[in-house]
Protein backbone atom coordinates (compact mmCIF):
# COMPACT_ATOMS: atom_id res chain seq x y z
CA UNK A 1 0.00 0.00 0.00
CA UNK A 2 1.30 3.38 -0.67
CA UNK A 3 0.58 6.65 -2.84
CA UNK A 4 0.57 7.65 -6.02
CA UNK A 5 2.69 10.50 -5.47
CA UNK A 6 3.50 12.82 -2.26
CA UNK A 7 0.44 14.68 -1.79
CA UNK A 8 0.34 18.65 -0.89
CA UNK A 9 -1.72 19.40 2.26
CA UNK A 10 -4.63 20.53 -0.36
CA UNK A 11 -5.02 17.11 -2.34
CA UNK A 12 -6.81 14.50 -1.54
CA UNK A 13 -5.44 11.40 -0.68
CA UNK A 14 -5.57 8.40 -3.10
CA UNK A 15 -4.43 5.12 -1.63
CA UNK A 16 -3.17 2.50 -4.04
CA UNK A 17 -5.19 -0.71 -3.50
CA UNK A 18 -6.13 -3.97 -5.21
CA UNK A 19 -9.64 -3.93 -7.14
CA UNK A 20 -12.46 -3.64 -4.91
CA UNK A 21 -15.82 -3.40 -5.42
CA UNK A 22 -18.27 -0.96 -3.33
CA UNK A 23 -21.69 0.38 -3.26
CA UNK A 24 -22.32 4.09 -3.60
CA UNK A 25 -25.85 5.33 -2.79
CA UNK A 26 -26.64 8.90 -3.76
CA UNK A 27 -29.84 10.52 -3.12
CA UNK A 28 -32.46 10.39 -5.26
CA UNK A 29 -32.52 14.09 -7.68
CA UNK A 30 -35.44 16.27 -7.52
CA UNK A 31 -37.91 16.41 -10.34
CA UNK A 32 -38.43 20.30 -11.01
CA UNK A 33 -41.18 20.88 -13.42
CA UNK A 34 -41.22 25.02 -14.32
CA UNK A 35 -44.52 25.81 -17.00
CA UNK A 36 -45.10 29.29 -18.68
CA UNK A 37 -48.81 30.24 -19.08
CA UNK A 38 -50.21 32.83 -20.35
CA UNK A 39 -53.13 34.74 -19.25
CA UNK A 40 -55.64 32.15 -20.78
CA UNK A 41 -53.61 29.19 -19.04
CA UNK A 42 -51.96 27.98 -22.38
CA UNK A 43 -48.10 27.61 -22.67
CA UNK A 44 -46.18 29.18 -23.44
CA UNK A 45 -42.85 27.66 -26.06
CA UNK A 46 -39.61 28.79 -25.90
CA UNK A 47 -39.22 30.50 -22.19
CA UNK A 48 -35.70 29.73 -20.80
CA UNK A 49 -35.52 29.57 -16.84
CA UNK A 50 -32.56 30.73 -14.89
CA UNK A 51 -31.73 29.86 -10.71
CA UNK A 52 -30.21 32.24 -8.58
CA UNK A 53 -28.13 31.64 -4.94
CA UNK A 54 -29.11 34.05 -2.55
CA UNK A 55 -26.17 35.82 -2.48
CA UNK A 56 -25.85 36.47 -6.18
CA UNK A 57 -23.19 34.23 -5.94
CA UNK A 58 -23.86 31.12 -7.91
CA UNK A 59 -26.52 30.46 -10.36
CA UNK A 60 -27.04 30.63 -14.21
CA UNK A 61 -29.64 28.12 -16.72
CA UNK A 62 -31.88 25.29 -14.90
CA UNK A 63 -30.05 22.86 -16.83
CA UNK A 64 -30.25 19.68 -14.35
CA UNK A 65 -27.90 18.93 -12.02
CA UNK A 66 -28.15 15.07 -11.21
CA UNK A 67 -25.56 12.47 -12.79
CA UNK A 68 -25.41 12.41 -16.82
CA UNK A 69 -27.03 16.11 -17.67
CA UNK A 70 -25.90 18.17 -20.11
CA UNK A 71 -24.04 21.19 -19.20
CA UNK A 72 -22.99 21.66 -22.62
CA UNK A 73 -26.47 22.95 -23.10
CA UNK A 74 -27.00 26.00 -21.04
CA UNK A 75 -29.11 28.59 -22.55
CA UNK A 76 -30.76 26.23 -25.44
CA UNK A 77 -32.72 24.36 -22.96
CA UNK A 78 -36.08 26.08 -22.95
CA UNK A 79 -40.22 24.97 -22.42
CA UNK A 80 -41.75 22.90 -24.91
CA UNK A 81 -44.81 23.50 -27.15
CA UNK A 82 -46.85 23.05 -23.69
CA UNK A 83 -44.70 25.68 -21.62
CA UNK A 84 -43.06 22.85 -19.31
CA UNK A 85 -39.38 22.39 -18.74
CA UNK A 86 -38.84 19.61 -16.25
CA UNK A 87 -35.13 18.36 -15.13
CA UNK A 88 -33.73 16.61 -12.04
CA UNK A 89 -31.87 18.66 -9.58
CA UNK A 90 -30.15 18.55 -6.27
CA UNK A 91 -31.10 20.49 -3.33
CA UNK A 92 -30.75 24.24 -3.88
CA UNK A 93 -31.76 25.63 -0.72
CA UNK A 94 -32.54 29.20 -0.93
CA UNK A 95 -32.44 29.66 -4.67
CA UNK A 96 -34.87 31.28 -6.54
CA UNK A 97 -35.93 30.58 -9.85
CA UNK A 98 -37.26 33.03 -12.87
CA UNK A 99 -37.38 33.04 -16.53
CA UNK A 100 -35.31 34.78 -18.60
CA UNK A 101 -35.04 36.57 -20.82
CA UNK A 102 -39.27 37.32 -20.49
CA UNK A 103 -40.88 35.92 -23.50
CA UNK A 104 -40.95 38.21 -26.33
CA UNK A 105 -44.17 39.79 -26.39
CA UNK A 106 -45.26 39.18 -22.71
CA UNK A 107 -44.69 40.77 -19.14
CA UNK A 108 -44.67 39.05 -15.99
CA UNK A 109 -47.82 38.72 -13.68
CA UNK A 110 -46.97 38.88 -10.15
CA UNK A 111 -43.13 37.88 -8.76
CA UNK A 112 -40.40 37.81 -11.16
CA UNK A 113 -38.23 35.45 -8.93
CA UNK A 114 -39.75 32.36 -6.60
CA UNK A 115 -38.19 30.61 -4.22
CA UNK A 116 -38.98 26.75 -4.55
CA UNK A 117 -37.83 24.67 -1.96
CA UNK A 118 -35.95 21.55 -2.99
CA UNK A 119 -34.59 20.23 0.04
CA UNK A 120 -32.70 16.80 0.26
CA UNK A 121 -35.49 13.70 0.13
CA UNK A 122 -38.04 16.26 -2.37
CA UNK A 123 -39.93 13.83 -4.97
CA UNK A 124 -40.91 16.88 -6.86
CA UNK A 125 -41.32 20.20 -6.91
CA UNK A 126 -43.03 22.57 -9.40
CA UNK A 127 -44.11 26.31 -10.00
CA UNK A 128 -46.24 27.82 -13.10
CA UNK A 129 -45.07 31.61 -14.17
CA UNK A 130 -47.68 33.57 -15.33
CA UNK A 131 -47.26 35.84 -18.41
CA UNK A 132 -49.72 38.17 -19.77
CA UNK A 133 -49.45 39.64 -23.56
CA UNK A 134 -48.98 43.65 -23.32
CA UNK A 135 -50.51 45.51 -26.37
CA UNK A 136 -48.71 46.40 -29.05
CA UNK A 137 -49.04 49.47 -30.98
CA UNK A 138 -48.48 50.28 -34.55
CA UNK A 139 -44.83 51.57 -33.98
CA UNK A 140 -43.43 48.48 -31.96
CA UNK A 141 -45.19 46.05 -34.44
CA UNK A 142 -43.46 48.13 -37.08
CA UNK A 143 -40.63 47.64 -34.96
CA UNK A 144 -41.10 43.99 -34.71
CA UNK A 145 -41.25 42.99 -38.66
CA UNK A 146 -38.17 45.48 -38.89
CA UNK A 147 -36.18 43.17 -36.85
Known amino acids: M ?7 IFDRF ?5 DAAFDFNL ?3 CKLTLRAIDETGKGIPGV ?5 SQTAESGGAVVGDNLGA ?3 KQGEEVTDKDGYLTRYMAPHDGYTYFAWPTPKGY ?7 VKIPTPLGTANAEHVFKFRAYPITSA ?6 AN
Open 48 to 52: SFQML
Open 140 to 145: VRRAMI
Open 107 to 113: EVVGDLE
Open 27 to 29: ADA
Open 70 to 72: DHK
Open 14 to 18: IKVVK
Open 2 to 8: GYKATPS
